[in-house]
C-alpha cells in the first residue's frame, strides 16, 4: 500500500524499551498514523587510538534508568568532518534516551558526534525528507498499524492543512489571572467557516454556544477541535499562556480535554529561549512567535514596527484596522454585569479569534515555504530562529554530503567566542544636507554573494602550510580559503540564491501568486542568515576567521566603489554595509548605467552591484550622541514619487 502526503507531526513514542518513529500523515483520503520500526538511533566515535577495535566496544552494557543502555551495532564508516578525511565508528543503539548515556561513556575512546540530535529530526535528516513539501511512502499492515517499508520525499500537492484560531478571557479580580483559583470564563474560536464564543452565561448573541460550567465549557472547546479534526490550532502568545491555563484549568477540574490526535495530553517543552507546547498528532502556531520573528528578519511583505506585540498592535500594523477593545483589568466586572457589558465582552472575545484568523492567514504562507525550504516540520518552523533554520538546512546537506555535523559548543567555548568579536561593516557619515538629483547603487546579497565568491567555509580555511602549492583566495584579513572542493555553506547559499532569481522571475509574471512571493521572501531570509550564523557563538559552524574575513570583503568592496565613484565624477553622499549614495550633479542615468557596469566587469562572477532608483531630492542628517536616532540617516523622494 502507498501513501503519499505531506507530514502533520513527527514524534518518538518508546515502546518495548525501544523508540519508533511516528508519523501523522494527511493524504487525499484524511489522517493517517505511519510507524517505523526500522530506524534505529546513533551517533559517531571518532576513536583516539586507530587500533580500537568494535570487540572492545560492542558488549558495552550501561545502567540507564530501570534498564540498560545498549549497543545494537557498530559500522565503520569514512567520513568528512570540516575538510577532513576521517574513520569513525557508527555506533547504534535501541532507544533514542540512551545516545546521551552511550556518548558520555564512548568519550574515554575518542570524541564522540551527532549524540544531541534530536531522534525525530535524525529520522527527517537520513531519511531526506520534507514534511510540508511531502512523503510517499509503502507501508503494510502490522498488529493493527500501518508499518514503514520505505519512505521518501515526494512533491505533494492540492492537500491543505485545516486550522482553528482561539483565545481565552479569563476572571482577573487581581488583574492577573491565577490559574489554580482563577476560571476561564470565555472561550472563543474563529476560521473561515465558523466564529463562536463559548461561555457560562446567557448572552444574546448567535455566535454565543452556553455551557453548564466551567468544565463544560472545557469540554465543549475539545469537543469541537476533535470534531473538525483541524490540522492546525493556533492562538497568540498561547504556548505561555492560554494553552498552559487551559490544561491546568482541565487537571484541577477533571474535564475531559483532549485535543490531540492521540490519546495524549499536550506537554510543555523548551525550545532554545522559547516555551513551547506540543500537541500530539497536530500543528501548535503561536502566531505571537511569527509576528516577532519577522519583525526580526525585516523582509515581510510589511515591515512590522510596534512598540508592543500585543495582538491589537500587529493587527493594526498588518491589517491597518482597528480590533475591539476592552479594559482588561475590568473584565471580571463586565463578565459580572448582566447588561450591555457582558455583551461587548462577548464581542471582544470573538473578534479576538477573528483577528488572529486574518493574521494567521497573513503570515502562514511564509511559514509553510520556510518549512519547505528548510525541510522541517511547520511546528518547529514557526518557534525557530534564523540560525536554528540555517543550522538544520546545513545538518541535512551535511548528512547528504557524507559529512559529520559539527558539535554545538559548550560553557567556555561559547564565551571564549562572545569575547573575541570582529569588526562589522564600513559607514560613511553624511555631510547633513539636503542634496537634489542623486542614486542609489547597492550590491544583490553582498555577504551571501561574498562566501559565495571566495568559498568562505571553515573547512576551506587553509594553514601557512596547507597552502603551499594550492589555489586560494585571501581575505582583507590575510586568512586563505581553498578554492576547491566547495564548501558546505557557499554550496547551500549559491543553491538558494539561484532558485531565488527563479522565483522572483515567475512571480513578477504572476505576482497574485502568495505562494510564490512568500517563496522568494524565505529564501532571501534564509540566504541572509549565513552570515550571522557564521559568527554566532552557538553556531555548529561557527568561525571567526570566516565571519571577521565576509565583513572585511564587504569593506574592500563598498570602499572599491566609492573610490572608483569619485573617479568617475559622482561624489558619494552617504554608504553603509552594502549601498552607496551619488550625486548625480550634471551626470545623466545613462553615465550611471555605464559605470555601473564597469563596477560590475571588476567583481567576481557572483557578485553584482545593481541600481536601486533614481531619487530627486534627499535629506540627510548627522549622527546623534550615543546610539539613539535612525539607523538609515536619511530620507529621499523617489522620480516617481515614492
Do not use: C, W
Given at each position: 500500500m502507498n501513501v503519499k502526503g505531506i507530514v502533520v507531526d513527527i514524534d518518538t513514542p518508546t515502546e518495548e524499551n525501544a523508540s519508533v518513529i511516528r508519523l501523522t500523515v494527511k493524504d487525499a483520503e484524511g489522517i493517517k498514523t505511519l510507524y517505523d520500526y526500522s530506524f534505529q538511533p546513533y551517533l559517531y566515535l571518532i576513536p583516539r587510538n586507530s587500533q580500537l577495535g568494535e570487540e572492545e566496544l560492542k558488549n558495552i552494557r550501561i545502567p540507564s534508568g530501570d534498564s540498560y543502555a545498549e549497543i545494537s551495532s557498530i559500522e565503520r564508516k569514512s567520513m568528512n568532518l570540516l575538510g577532513k578525511q576521517v574513520d569513525v565508528f557508527k555506533v547504534y543503539t535501541k532507544n533514542a534516551k540512551d545516545v546521551p548515556v552511550l556518548k558520555e561513556y564512548l568519550e574515554e575512546f575518542g570524541t564522540c558526534y551527532e549524540y544531541d540530535i534530536p531522534f525525530w529530526k535524525r529520522y527527517l535528516i537520513d531519511k531526506d525528507i520534507s514534511p510540508i513539501y511531502g512523503i510517499s511512502a509503502e507501508v503494510e499492515e502490522r498488529d493493527g498499524r500501518l508499518s514503514v517499508k520505505s519512505i521518501e520525499s515526494s512533491e505533494v500537492t492540492g492537500i491543505g492543512l485545516t486550522h482553528i484560531c482561539f483565545d481565552i478571557?479569563?476572571?482577573?479580580?487581581?488583574?492577573?489571572?491565577?490559574?489554580?483559583?482563577?476560571?476561564?470564563?470565555?472561550?472563543?474560536?474563529?476560521?473561515?467557516?465558523?466564529?463562536?464564543?463559548?461561555?457560562?452565561?446567557?448572552?444574546?448573541?448567535?455566535?454565543?454556544?452556553?455551557?453548564?460550567?466551567?468544565?463544560?465549557?472545557?469540554?465543549?472547546?475539545?469537543?469541537?477541535?476533535?470534531?473538525?479534526?483541524?490540522?492546525?490550532?493556533?492562538?497568540?502568545?498561547?504556548?505561555?499562556?492560554?494553552?498552559?491555563?487551559?490544561?491546568?484549568?482541565?487537571?484541577?477540574?477533571?474535564a475531559n480535554f483532549k485535543i490531540a490526535r492521540y490519546d495524549e495530553m499536550p506537554y510543555a517543552q523548551h525550545h532554545g529561549l522559547l516555551n513551547i507546547v506540543k500537541i500530539p498528532g497536530r500543528i501548535n502556531i503561536d502566531v505571537y512567535n511569527t509576528a516577532k520573528f519577522v519583525a526580526t528578519v525585516g523582509t515581510a511583505e510589511y515591515l512590522i514596527k510596534v512598540n508592543r506585540f500585543t495582538l491589537g498592535e500587529i493587527y493594526k500594523e498588518i491589517t491597518g484596522k482597528v480590533k475591539k477593545t476592552v479594559d482588561k483589568p475590568k473584565i471580571y466586572k463586565m463578565y459580572d454585569s448582566e447588561g450591555e457589558e457582558l455583551n461587548e465582552l462577548a464581542d471582544y472575545s470573538l473578534d479576538d479569534s477573528v483577528s488572529l484568523d486574518e493574521l494567521y492567514n497573513f503570515f502562514m504562507p511564509l511559514e509553510l515555504e520556510i518549512a519547505k525550504l528548510v525541510g522541517?516540520?511547520?511546528?518547529?518552523?514557526?518557534?525557530?530562529?534564523?540560525?536554528?533554520?540555517?543550522?538544520?538546512?546545513?545538518?541535512?546537506?551535511?548528512?547528504?554530503?557524507?559529512?559529520?555535523?559539527?558539535?554545538?559548543?559548550?560553557?567556555?567555548?561559547?564565551?571564549?567566542?562572545?569575547?573575541?568579536?570582529?569588526?562589522?561593516?564600513?559607514?560613511?557619515?553624511?555631510?547633513?544636507?539636503?542634496?537634489?538629483?542623486?542614486?542609489?547603487?547597492?550590491?544583490?546579497?553582498?555577504?551571501?554573494?561574498?562566501?559565495?565568491?571566495?568559498?568562505?567555509?571553515?573547512?576551506?580555511?587553509?594553514?601557512?602550510e596547507e597552502s603551499n602549492g594550492v589555489g586560494y583566495f585571501e581575505s582583507p584579513t590575510g586568512t586563505r580559503f581553498r578554492k576547491e572542493p566547495k564548501g558546505i555553506i557557499p554550496t547551500v547559499l549559491k543553491l538558494l540564491i539561484s532558485e531565488r532569481e527563479g522565483v522572483k522571475k515567475e512571480y513578477k509574471k504572476n505576482p497574485d501568486n502568495k505562494a510564490l512571493g512568500a517563496r522568494s521572501q524565505a529564501l532571501k531570509i534564509i540566504a541572509n542568515s549565513f552570515y550571522g550564523y557564521l559568527g554566532y557563538a552557538r553556531s555548529r559552524w561557527y568561525s571567526r576567521a570566516c565571519g571577521s574575513s565576509v565583513t572585511a570583503y564587504g569593506?574592500?568592496?563598498?570602499?572599491?566603489?566609492?573610490?572608483?565613484?569619485?573617479?568617475?565624477?559622482?561624489?558619494?553622499?552617504?554608504?553603509?554595509?552594502?549601498?552607496?549614495?551619488?550625486?548625480?550633479?550634471?551626470?545623466?542615468?545613462?553615465?550611471?548605467?555605464?559605470?555601473?557596469?564597469?563596477?560590475?566587469?571588476?567583481?567576481?562572477?557572483?557578485?553584482?552591484?545593481?541600481?536601486?532608483?533614481?531619487?530627486?531630492?534627499?535629506?540627510?542628517?548627522?549622527?546623534?550622541?550615543?546610539?539613539?536616532?535612525?539607523?538609515?540617516?536619511?530620507?529621499?523622494?523617489?522620480?516617481?514619487?515614492?
Open positions: 478571557e479569563t476572571y482577573n479580580p487581581k488583574s492577573t489571572p491565577r490559574m489554580d483559583i482563577d476560571p476561564i470564563i470565555m472561550i472563543s474560536f474563529a476560521n473561515s467557516e465558523t466564529r463562536h464564543v463559548i461561555t457560562t452565561k446567557r448572552i444574546d448573541r448567535d455566535f454565543v454556544i452556553q455551557a453548564e460550567s466551567e468544565k463544560d465549557m472545557l469540554e465543549k472547546f475539545a469537543e469541537q477541535v476533535r470534531k473538525g479534526d483541524y490540522d492546525i490550532i493556533s492562538g497568540y502568545n498561547s504556548s505561555n499562556f492560554d494553552i498552559p491555563y487551559l490544561l491546568k484549568r482541565a487537571e484541577k477540574l477533571k522541517t516540520t511547520l511546528a518547529e518552523t514557526a518557534v525557530s530562529t534564523t540560525g536554528q533554520l540555517v543550522e538544520y538546512l546545513l545538518m541535512r546537506y551535511a548528512h547528504r554530503n557524507n559529512q559529520i555535523i559539527p558539535n554545538k559548543p559548550e560553557g567556555e567555548e561559547i564565551n571564549e567566542r562572545l569575547a573575541n568579536s570582529f569588526e562589522g561593516a564600513y559607514v560613511k557619515t553624511p555631510n547633513a544636507g539636503i542634496y537634489n538629483n542623486l542614486a542609489v547603487l547597492d550590491f544583490r546579497g553582498l555577504y551571501p554573494s561574498i562566501i559565495i565568491a571566495h568559498n568562505i567555509d571553515p573547512s576551506t580555511v587553509l594553514s601557512d569593506r574592500d568592496y563598498i570602499k572599491k566603489t566609492i573610490e572608483m565613484s569619485e573617479q568617475a565624477g559622482f561624489p558619494v553622499i552617504y554608504s553603509d554595509t552594502d549601498s552607496v549614495v551619488l550625486l548625480l550633479g550634471n551626470k545623466t542615468k545613462e553615465d550611471v548605467l555605464a559605470f555601473l557596469k564597469k563596477v560590475n566587469d571588476s567583481l567576481p562572477e557572483s557578485m553584482e552591484l545593481e541600481l536601486e532608483d533614481f531619487y530627486e531630492r534627499g535629506v540627510f542628517v548627522g549622527k546623534k550622541s550615543g546610539d539613539i536616532g535612525a539607523k538609515k540617516k536619511y530620507a529621499l523622494l523617489s522620480q516617481s514619487g515614492r
